[in-house]
């Protein structure tokens, strides 16, 4: 235990209550939308979700909600998301651990002027692009006949496009912790830039990458606005058919509320077995605006 | 399952494909003489970034300026026409007169400011003004309490506060729009907040309708407090972690009681990562957008300029106005720009 910790702990009590109401009033809102998701549907319309909380031994519960999400065309979603997902997440990082090796260890010209550009994209709003280059795609479709839309290629290449400033600036930044010397011993042993890479600075750099790659990761599962331009109705990711049930739930909240939760767990899951790396991950910078 | 299949390919290529590219960069500068290789070799390694970073960011952005000052369908240039529409609106000639009396301020002879863009404005503002802030302040307290109990207490408390972070815009919508359902007099209501409403001795309200002081706008909100309020904390419980308890016992020896050593002392100390906190909080808000799509799709008083643009260009094919908007919001974002750069040439100076 820290020594702050130990400065604070005599006024334990007090703290303790407070943040048992904060910790309730934080996650009602969700829990309603779970104990909700789990009940038959005749029951919610007529009964408030909170009344299930206070009897749960008595009242019924059922994953028929859960069921026909499923069928409903959530299975597909899934699928159509992590398709979209885990390339989104591994070529970003991949090109991104490229361009960090390059600003780090190697010199070139005009290097300082492209790191500054960089940090400025960063606070670019993705929408200022996202017009020409879905134009972009099909113009290319039109005079080269390569389905782009549509497709979870398209997806890939506008998610690794974003991704490039932050993942180059975060990565480049713990590159830059690593010694120098052993890059240049290598260098005078006759390895090449591509061995020293693959072989020495990228296995090195693991700890910043798998951290990048759980933001990264959580970020691409999440998003909505570049599935629905890209990829559309054809491929659905959950994000997308998620809105459009949340548009109909006058036909009862049951199935936005397990749809809801279907597109949450791996990324519940992600987040409570890999807490410890992403709370790393926040501290060296890696957060999206 | 050929969906699956499909699925499960496409990632194998895709990713072999990008490494192949590095490969074959390599290869290919490679065959150059020894010296010229070495001078070179940066290409390989920047190329495929610096190529997607200009084709889908850097290129865009200038397409979409000067889309910004041509017509719909992007064929003929109309000057700043679509700023003009942005900003103002046109009033009919037999109303002239009575705007006139009514004292509205005239742009040529009959425009007027756009009270709808007005608006979008003074969301986008409040936005920036409420949300930083509150959820520093959120951040700042759940830190300084949840320091307070035992380590156990403390990990359960931090992880539910954080975990909405894991939460999509979409499906962080869905959870609060049932938090503010309204059902209509009669049936029995299911949304919390109208019950503990009614408990108080309130009548049901559909709160996200209500633009009354920008109440629903406040609502929406909470929602991004809610979102980011455990980013905040866990970056300052981290920062507040690392003051160093000397300062502390010194404060304390002098007969401070914890709000001074909290205000004084530790506050001042973690004062830089508040800040950087704020901006990244700030930036993500400039650009708001999903949650305004999801919750009320802009109506009621609630649209702000990222939305703006959605509506523009995908639901009235706008190309030209759309492009402006975006535009706008490029330029107000800006000077932020310069605040990232300063505050990386900080990080890199303490280096």
Same mark, same amino acid.
């Given at each position: 235990?820290?020594?702050?910790?130990?400065?604070?702990?005599?006024?334990?009590?007090?703290?303790t209550?407070?943040?048992?109401?904060?910790?309730?009033?934080?996650?009602a809102?969700?829990?309603?939308?779970l104990?909700?998701?789990?009940?038959?549907? !005749?029951?919610?319309?007529?009964s408030?979700?909170?009344?299930?909380l206070?009897?749960?031994?008595?009242?019924?519960?059922?994953?028929?909600?859960?069921?026909?999400?499923?069928?409903?065309?959530?299975? !597909?979603?899934?699928?159509?998301?992590?398709?979209?997902?885990?390339?989104?997440?591994?070529?970003?990082l991949?090109?991104?651990a490229?361009?960090?090796?390059?600003?780090t260890?190697?010199?070139?010209?005009g290097k300082?002027f492209?790191f500054?550009?960089?940090?400025?994209?960063?606070?670019?709003?993705?929408?200022?692009? &996202?017009?020409?280059?879905?134009?972009?795609?099909?113009?290319?479709?039109?005079?080269?006949d390569?389905e782009?839309?549509?497709?979870?290629?398209?997806?890939w290449?506008?998610?690794?496009?974003?991704?490039?400033?932050?993942?180059?600036?975060?990565?480049?930044?713990?590159?830059?912790? &690593?010694?120098?010397?052993?890059?240049?011993?290598?260098?005078?042993?006759?390895?090449?830039?591509?061995?020293?890479?693959?072989?020495?600075? &990228?296995?090195?750099?693991?700890p910043?990458?798998a951290?990048?790659?759980?933001?990264?990761?959580?970020?691409?599962?999440? !998003?909505?606005l570049?599935?629905?331009?890209?990829?559309?109705?054809?491929?659905?990711?959950?994000?997308?058919?998620?809105?459009?049930? =949340?548009?109909?739930?006058g036909?009862g909240?049951?199935?936005?509320?397990?749809?809801?939760?279907?597109? =949450?767990?791996?990324?519940?899951?992600?987040?409570?077995?890999?807490?410890?790396?992403?709370?790393?991950g926040? &501290?060296?910078?890696?957060?999206?605006? | 399952?050929?969906d699956?299949?499909?699925?499960?390919?496409?990632?194998?290529?895709?990713?072999?494909?990008?490494?192949g590219?590095?490969?074959?960069?390599?290869?290919?500068l490679?065959?150059?003489?020894?010296?010229?290789?070495?001078?070179?070799?940066w290409l390989a390694f920047?190329?495929?970034a610096?190529?997607?970073?200009?084709?889908?960011?850097?290129?865009?952005?200038v397409?979409?300026v000067?889309?910004?000052?041509?017509?719909?369908?992007?064929k003929?240039?109309?000057?700043?026409q679509?700023?003009?529409?942005?900003?103002?609106?046109?009033?009919?000639?037999?109303?002239?007169?009575?705007?006139?009396?009514?004292g509205?301020?005239f742009?040529?002879?009959?425009r007027?400011?756009?009270?709808?863009f007005?608006?979008?404005?003074?969301?986008?503002?409040?936005?920036?003004l409420?949300?930083?802030?509150?959820t520093?302040?959120?951040?700042?307290?759940?830190?300084?309490?949840?320091?307070?109990?035992?380590?156990?207490?403390e990990?359960?408390f931090k992880?539910?506060?954080?975990? $909405?972070?894991?939460?999509?815009?979409?499906?962080?919508?869905?959870?609060?729009?049932?938090?503010?359902?309204?059902?209509?007099?009669?049936?029995p209501?299911?949304?919390?907040?109208?019950?503990?409403?009614?408990?108080l001795?309130?009548?049901?309200?559909?709160?996200?309708?209500?633009?009354?002081?920008?109440?629903?706008?406040?609502?929406?909100m909470?929602?991004?407090?809610?979102?980011?309020?455990?980013?905040?904390?866990?970056?300052?419980?981290a920062?507040i972690?690392?003051? $160093?308890t000397?300062t502390?016992?010194?404060?304390?020896?002098?007969?401070a009681?914890?709000?001074?050593v909290f205000?004084?002392?530790?506050?001042?100390?973690v004062?830089?990562?508040?800040?950087?906190v704020?901006?990244?909080i700030?930036?993500m808000?400039?650009k708001?957008?999903?949650?305004?799509?999801?919750?009320?799709?802009?109506n009621f008083?609630?649209?702000?300029?990222?939305?703006?643009?959605?509506?523009?260009?995908?639901?009235?094919?706008?190309?030209? $106005?759309?492009?402006?908007v975006v535009?706008?919001l490029?330029?107000?974002?800006?000077?932020?720009?310069?605040l990232?750069?300063?505050?990386?040439?900080?990080?890199?100076?303490?280096?």
């Amino acid at each position: 235990m820290n020594a702050v910790n130990h400065f604070f702990r005599k006024t334990s009590f007090g703290s303790t209550v407070t943040l048992l109401i904060l910790v309730a009033i934080w996650s009602a809102p969700t829990l309603g939308l779970l104990i909700t998701s789990l009940r038959p549907r !005749d029951l919610a319309e007529v009964s408030p979700w909170w009344e299930a909380l206070a009897a749960p031994f008595t009242t019924p519960w059922t994953l028929e909600a859960y069921q026909n999400s499923l069928a409903g065309g959530m299975t !597909d979603s899934l699928v159509n998301t992590i398709a979209v997902t885990v390339p989104a997440t591994i070529l970003p990082l991949m090109i991104a651990a490229n361009a960090a090796f390059a600003f780090t260890f190697l010199n070139f010209k005009g290097k300082e002027f492209f790191f500054a550009l960089l940090v400025a994209l960063m606070v670019i709003p993705l929408q200022s692009s &996202l017009i020409p280059v879905l134009r972009g795609m099909v113009w290319i479709q039109k005079t080269f006949d390569v389905e782009l839309t549509g497709t979870y290629i398209s997806a890939w290449i506008v998610h690794s496009a974003f991704a490039m400033p932050l993942a180059i600036y975060t990565l480049r930044n713990y590159m830059m912790t &690593l010694p120098k010397e052993l890059i240049e011993a290598a260098t005078v042993d006759g390895a090449s830039y591509y061995e020293i890479f693959w072989k020495l600075v &990228l296995p090195m750099s693991t700890p910043a990458i798998a951290s990048f790659a759980i933001f990264q990761f959580l970020w691409v599962w999440n !998003d909505y606005l570049i599935a629905f331009i890209f990829v559309g109705e054809q491929k659905a990711v959950m994000t997308y058919r998620l809105l459009r049930l =949340l548009g109909q739930y006058g036909e009862g909240w049951q199935d936005v509320a397990a749809g809801s939760f279907i597109s =949450l767990i791996i990324p519940l899951i992600v987040f409570f077995s890999l807490q410890r790396f992403i709370v790393r991950g926040l &501290l060296a910078g890696s957060v999206k605006g | 399952m050929s969906d699956l299949f499909f699925g499960l390919v496409s990632i194998v290529v895709g990713v072999a494909a990008s490494y192949g590219v590095f490969w074959l960069l390599n290869f290919l500068l490679s065959l150059l003489p020894e010296r010229l290789y070495r001078k070179a070799n940066w290409l390989a390694f920047l190329l495929p970034a610096a190529l997607l970073v200009i084709i889908v960011l850097v290129a865009p952005l200038v397409q979409t300026v000067i889309w910004s000052f041509k017509s719909d369908n992007a064929k003929e240039w109309v000057g700043t026409q679509n700023y003009v529409e942005i900003f103002t609106d046109e009033v009919k000639p037999d109303k002239v007169e009575a705007k006139k009396e009514e004292g509205a301020v005239f742009f040529a002879d009959n425009r007027i400011l756009d009270g709808r863009f007005m608006n979008i404005l003074l969301n986008n503002f409040l936005w920036v003004l409420v949300v930083p802030a509150a959820t520093v302040v959120v951040g700042t307290a759940t830190a300084t309490l949840s320091n307070q109990v035992g380590p156990t207490r403390e990990r359960v408390f931090k992880s539910l506060i954080f975990m $909405p972070m894991a939460i999509s815009f979409v499906a962080a919508s869905t959870i609060w729009a049932y938090f503010y359902s309204y059902v209509p007099p009669g049936r029995p209501e299911v949304g919390l907040l109208n019950a503990l409403f009614k408990l108080l001795g309130g009548e049901a309200q559909p709160w996200l309708t209500l633009d009354k002081g920008r109440l629903n706008s406040f609502l929406l909100m909470i929602v991004i407090i809610w979102l980011q309020g455990g980013y905040a904390m866990v970056v300052i419980s981290a920062a507040i972690k690392n003051v $160093p308890t000397e300062t502390l016992e010194a404060a304390q020896l002098d007969g401070a009681n914890s709000w001074q050593v909290f205000f004084r002392v530790i506050l001042p100390q973690v004062w830089g990562t508040v800040m950087s906190v704020f901006v990244t909080i700030l930036i993500m808000v400039m650009k708001i957008f999903d949650i305004v799509l999801a919750m009320t799709r802009g109506n009621f008083t609630t649209s702000v300029l990222a939305f703006e643009w959605y509506k523009e260009f995908f639901e009235n094919s706008n190309l030209g $106005p759309a492009s402006a908007v975006v535009t706008i919001l490029v330029v107000l974002i800006a000077p932020l720009m310069w605040l990232q750069i300063r505050t990386v040439r900080q990080q890199e100076a303490l280096r």
